[in-house]
């Protein structure tokens, strides 16, 4: 029983130290169409709100779609980035970033069709 807390107590911590990163779809044997490095200051005692759109350019192909979304927090801090309209399986994303209090952020945003 004392091995099973352990173990439940390992995963719970691990799962709170990767939750900044987002993970959606799959890149495997995926063509990335898109990669950025984006990062903005902070703004003093309040939380910064950000938003990302991107749309599948026509020299990908016609008719293709996003397969995987991957945002990376370098920071490793408690912000957050969400999709907001479109995502998988449309050909455009709108992507909502948001900072911890008074912190600024960095992510590698990396898209796949």
Known sequence: MKLYVFCAALVAAVVVIECSHTFLGTNVLRQKVFHRNIKYDSYMLRKRVEFLNF?????????????GILFYDKTKSTASANVTAGGLGFNYVTMRMK????????????IYA
């Open 99 to 110: 900072s911890e209090r008074g912190r600024g952020m960095r992510f590698d945003v990396f």
């Open 55 to 67: 749309t599948m350019p026509t020299k990908y192909g016609y008719g293709r779609s996003i397969q």
